[in-house]
């Protein structure tokens, strides 16, 4: 049984360019989380997506950041014209069920994302 | 003031020990309770998932939750080198989504053979 999958592992991207990380979710999952770990600091929650929707983006900075789940592929966070600030661990998680359900979330291994 | 407060260490203890990690928090709407581990350049892993208040065991580890002084705890008993890692407390509540969770800073815990 694969888990969340996530890739690059690593990335790096000179800053102005623009970055996207991929997330496949475990088989089955329908729902999806991302999470964002600056150095020294917690997780804090970004965005959750179900297929085809955007339920919750209410952790995603305001400009320059944008995020998917489509019918059919992985979920991608897109990060344009990226900053300096924008380096960190982001993590992705699935669950089966919807956030109103008593289901812990379970996260890949990340991405991280190094901005020269 | 942060929403979940948790030492980050580090913590560095002998191998055979009894490990104590804390958390504290402020907002009394949290519900679900969560001990995540991470290794280094790992994701967070899953260890306790606990909802409101009590005690729950699993092998080695046990999760207690006080909602009257909101507080959680996680103890490891025969603490082992394989659990040097970094422990995350993370919690939620049902009227924002059980699964947006708030983490806590994480503790960097080292256990010496």
């Known amino acids: 049984n694969a888990g969340v999958m996530q890739n690059p592992r690593h990335l790096v991207r000179r800053r102005g360019q623009e970055a996207r990380l991929r997330c496949s979710p475990v088989k089955g999952h329908s729902h999806v989380y991302w999470y964002r770990q600056l150095p020294e600091e917690g997780l804090k929650f970004m965005v959750y997506?179900?297929?085809?929707?955007?339920?919750?983006e209410s952790g995603m900075p305001k400009e320059r950041f944008s995020a998917e789940f489509p019918k059919e592929g992985p979920s991608i966070l897109r990060i344009q014209q990226v900053v300096r600030g924008d380096s960190a661990a982001y993590f992705c998680?699935?669950?089966?069920?919807?956030?109103?359900?008593?289901?812990?979330?379970?996260f890949g291994n990340g991405t991280r994302l190094t901005v020269t | 003031q942060k929403e979940v407060e948790q030492d980050p260490g580090p913590l560095s203890v002998p191998e055979g020990a009894i490990v104590s990690l804390n958390c504290t928090y402020s907002n009394s709407a949290f519900q679900y309770f969560m001990w995540y581990r991470q290794y280094s350049r790992k994701g967070p892993e899953l260890l306790m998932y606990?909802?409101?208040?009590g005690n729950k065991e699993d092998g080695r580890f046990t999760a207690q939750v006080d909602k009257s002084s909101k507080y959680i705890s996680l103890f490891i008993r025969d603490s082992q080198p394989s659990d040097s890692a970094t422990y995350l407390c993370a919690m939620s509540h049902p009227f924002q989504g059980a699964q947006k969770l708030v983490f806590g800073q994480g503790t960097r815990l080292t256990i010496n053979p």
């Open positions: 606990t909802y409101s208040s």
């Open positions: 998680a699935s669950s089966p069920l919807g956030q109103g359900y008593n289901s812990p979330l379970h």
């Open positions: 997506l179900q297929k085809e929707n955007i339920i919750d």
